[in-house]
Nanobody, 119 residues
Protein backbone atom coordinates (compact mmCIF):
# COMPACT_ATOMS: atom_id res chain seq x y z
CA UNK A 1 0.00 0.00 0.00
CA UNK A 2 1.29 3.44 -0.97
CA UNK A 3 -0.11 6.88 -0.26
CA UNK A 4 1.08 10.19 -1.69
CA UNK A 5 -0.47 13.49 -0.62
CA UNK A 6 0.26 16.73 -2.47
CA UNK A 7 -0.15 20.26 -1.14
CA UNK A 8 0.86 23.81 -1.99
CA UNK A 9 -1.11 24.45 -5.15
CA UNK A 10 -2.94 27.69 -5.72
CA UNK A 11 -3.49 30.64 -8.02
CA UNK A 12 -0.74 33.09 -8.92
CA UNK A 13 -0.02 35.72 -11.52
CA UNK A 14 2.49 35.13 -14.29
CA UNK A 15 5.98 35.56 -12.94
CA UNK A 16 5.00 34.41 -9.47
CA UNK A 17 6.14 31.41 -7.48
CA UNK A 18 4.69 28.38 -5.74
CA UNK A 19 6.19 25.54 -3.74
CA UNK A 20 4.54 22.13 -3.91
CA UNK A 21 5.02 19.39 -1.34
CA UNK A 22 4.27 15.68 -1.39
CA UNK A 23 4.35 13.40 1.63
CA UNK A 24 4.77 9.72 0.82
CA UNK A 25 4.20 6.67 2.99
CA UNK A 26 7.34 4.88 1.78
CA UNK A 27 10.79 5.66 0.45
CA UNK A 28 11.14 4.96 -3.25
CA UNK A 29 14.07 5.13 -5.64
CA UNK A 30 12.33 7.66 -7.86
CA UNK A 31 10.03 10.52 -6.96
CA UNK A 32 8.70 12.99 -9.45
CA UNK A 33 6.12 15.50 -10.52
CA UNK A 34 3.75 15.26 -13.45
CA UNK A 35 1.11 17.69 -14.62
CA UNK A 36 -1.99 17.66 -16.75
CA UNK A 37 -3.61 20.68 -18.35
CA UNK A 38 -7.30 20.62 -19.35
CA UNK A 39 -7.74 18.59 -22.51
CA UNK A 40 -4.07 17.61 -22.59
CA UNK A 41 -2.11 14.46 -21.79
CA UNK A 42 -0.31 14.07 -18.52
CA UNK A 43 3.34 15.03 -18.92
CA UNK A 44 6.47 14.64 -16.83
CA UNK A 45 7.77 17.76 -15.14
CA UNK A 46 10.73 16.63 -13.04
CA UNK A 47 12.15 13.55 -11.36
CA UNK A 48 14.71 12.87 -8.67
CA UNK A 49 16.45 9.82 -7.23
CA UNK A 50 17.66 9.08 -3.71
CA UNK A 51 21.05 10.66 -4.41
CA UNK A 52 19.37 13.96 -5.37
CA UNK A 53 20.14 13.52 -9.04
CA UNK A 54 17.38 15.31 -10.90
CA UNK A 55 15.94 15.73 -14.36
CA UNK A 56 13.55 18.27 -15.85
CA UNK A 57 11.31 18.73 -18.82
CA UNK A 58 12.77 21.26 -21.23
CA UNK A 59 9.80 23.56 -20.66
CA UNK A 60 10.62 24.06 -16.97
CA UNK A 61 14.42 23.98 -16.91
CA UNK A 62 15.82 27.01 -15.14
CA UNK A 63 12.48 27.80 -13.51
CA UNK A 64 11.57 24.75 -11.41
CA UNK A 65 13.65 22.94 -8.80
CA UNK A 66 12.84 19.47 -7.51
CA UNK A 67 14.16 18.21 -4.18
CA UNK A 68 13.46 15.46 -1.66
CA UNK A 69 13.93 14.76 2.02
CA UNK A 70 14.51 11.03 2.26
CA UNK A 71 14.18 10.98 6.06
CA UNK A 72 10.69 12.47 5.81
CA UNK A 73 9.66 10.73 2.57
CA UNK A 74 8.80 14.17 1.27
CA UNK A 75 9.13 15.59 -2.23
CA UNK A 76 9.15 19.27 -3.17
CA UNK A 77 8.82 21.31 -6.32
CA UNK A 78 9.85 24.95 -6.18
CA UNK A 79 8.32 26.76 -9.13
CA UNK A 80 9.44 30.26 -10.07
CA UNK A 81 8.69 32.60 -12.96
CA UNK A 82 5.45 30.76 -13.54
CA UNK A 83 3.75 31.04 -16.90
CA UNK A 84 0.11 30.53 -17.93
CA UNK A 85 1.19 27.36 -19.74
CA UNK A 86 2.18 25.92 -16.36
CA UNK A 87 -1.49 25.77 -15.37
CA UNK A 88 -2.75 22.30 -14.60
CA UNK A 89 -3.13 19.62 -11.99
CA UNK A 90 0.22 18.61 -10.56
CA UNK A 91 0.64 15.02 -9.46
CA UNK A 92 3.25 13.55 -7.18
CA UNK A 93 4.54 10.14 -8.22
CA UNK A 94 6.93 7.53 -6.86
CA UNK A 95 8.39 4.24 -7.99
CA UNK A 96 11.36 1.90 -8.02
CA UNK A 97 12.43 2.26 -11.63
CA UNK A 98 16.09 2.40 -12.56
CA UNK A 99 15.73 5.65 -14.48
CA UNK A 100 13.77 8.52 -12.95
CA UNK A 101 13.37 10.44 -16.20
CA UNK A 102 10.84 8.07 -17.73
CA UNK A 103 7.17 7.48 -17.08
CA UNK A 104 7.51 3.72 -16.63
CA UNK A 105 9.60 4.20 -13.48
CA UNK A 106 6.63 5.59 -11.58
CA UNK A 107 4.08 3.24 -10.09
CA UNK A 108 2.34 5.17 -7.30
CA UNK A 109 0.40 8.40 -7.69
CA UNK A 110 -1.13 11.13 -5.56
CA UNK A 111 -4.50 12.76 -6.15
CA UNK A 112 -3.05 16.01 -7.47
CA UNK A 113 -3.04 19.68 -6.56
CA UNK A 114 -4.28 22.49 -8.80
CA UNK A 115 -1.91 25.17 -10.04
CA UNK A 116 -3.41 28.13 -11.88
CA UNK A 117 -1.28 30.86 -13.44
CA UNK A 118 -3.05 33.92 -14.77
CA UNK A 119 -1.69 36.32 -17.36
Amino acid sequence: QEKLVESGGGSVQAGGSLRLSCVASNRRACMGWFRQAPGKEREGVAGIDTRDRSNYADSVKGRFTISRDNAKNTLYLQMTNLKPDDTGIYYCAAGDGLYCDRFASYRYWGQGTQVTVSS
